[in-house]
């Protein structure tokens, strides 16, 4: 009997890489201030830095933010009302790895509060899926902020100025602070990866009722979406490709 000897070569999976918190802190309150500085840790491989930041009342003056003395990117600002503070939201794809220095400046002397996040996994060419803003005038005791994602597995990150009156803002319903101060600035992201594709929201809630206005940001992971598809396939014709699965990698 003759036998038929077949051999196979193993293609490797596109397996989708998880986007993963990294760590968080507070960088305090200035006032009157130009730049508040504090110091923040990223470690681990397709990295991705957040900034979340409120500037003066009714002037758009904050400059921007550096890491380690590189820019970050704006991703977009709100101001709930003429008499509110300005909010923002920064990132910085692969930020020098170690402790290194945030700084936030301003074009002249306010309050500035900051915090940061970062990630892991996150895609390292074209991070940024999408971004909304929301804003909430008429004293709401809730902000829910919605995006639309177009990758499978994205994250949401969405940084929130809230008028509080002492109390310590805290998250709805899919929403994990990362940081949240009773100064009314807040911090948060959906701890964990979005699929299927679509409307996405964070919710961010308080006990007093004030204006709020947030920026939210969907990150993509490092591959794409696709949850594992393997773009290659045996059979006892040879082995085929589908190419377009290798788009983002």
């Not at 830095?49 to 704006?74: E, H, K, R, S």
């Not at 699929?195 to 929201?201: A, D, E, F, I, N």
């Not at 809630?205 to 206005?213: I, Q």
């Not at 993509?220 to 983002?248: E, F, I, K, M, Q």
Request: net charge negative; hydrophobic share 40%.
């Amino acid at each position: 009997m003759k036998k038929l000897l077949l051999l196979c070569v193993l293609w490797p999976s596109l397996a989708s890489a998880q986007i993963v918190f990294d760590t968080s802190t507070d960088g305090g309150l200035g006032n009157p201030v130009t730049s508040i500085t504090w110091a923040h840790t990223t470690t681990g491989t397709d990295r991705m830095l957040a900034v979340c930041v409120f500037g003066d009342v009714t002037n758009d003056v904050i400059t921007g933010v550096t890491y380690a003395g590189n820019a970050l990117t704006l991703v977009d600002k709100a101001l709930a009302q003429a008499s509110g503070r300005w909010g923002y939201l920064y990132y910085m794809i692969a930020p020098t790895s170690g402790a290194n220095n945030i700084i936030v400046s301003a074009s002249s002397s306010i309050a500035i509060y900051g915090m940061a996040s970062s990630y892991t996994g996150v895609h390292q060419t074209t991070p940024l899926d999408a971004s909304n803003t929301g804003t909430d005038i008429g004293l709401s005791s809730s902000q829910t902020v919605s995006v639309t994602t177009t990758v499978d597995n994205d994250w949401t990150v969405m940084c929130t100025r809230v008028e509080t009156g002492g109390s310590v803002p805290t998250a709805g319903a899919g929403t994990t602070l990362r940081q949240s101060v009773s100064a009314g600035l807040v911090l948060s992201d959906s701890n964990g990866a979005l699929t299927p594709v679509g409307s996405k929201s964070l919710i961010i809630n308080d006990t007093d009722s004030a204006n709020w206005a947030s920026i939210i940001a969907a990150f993509s992971p490092a591959t794409g979406g696709g949850g594992g598809a393997t773009p290659c396939h045996r059979s006892l014709l040879g082995v085929g490709c589908d190419l377009s699965l290798w788009a983002r990698r």
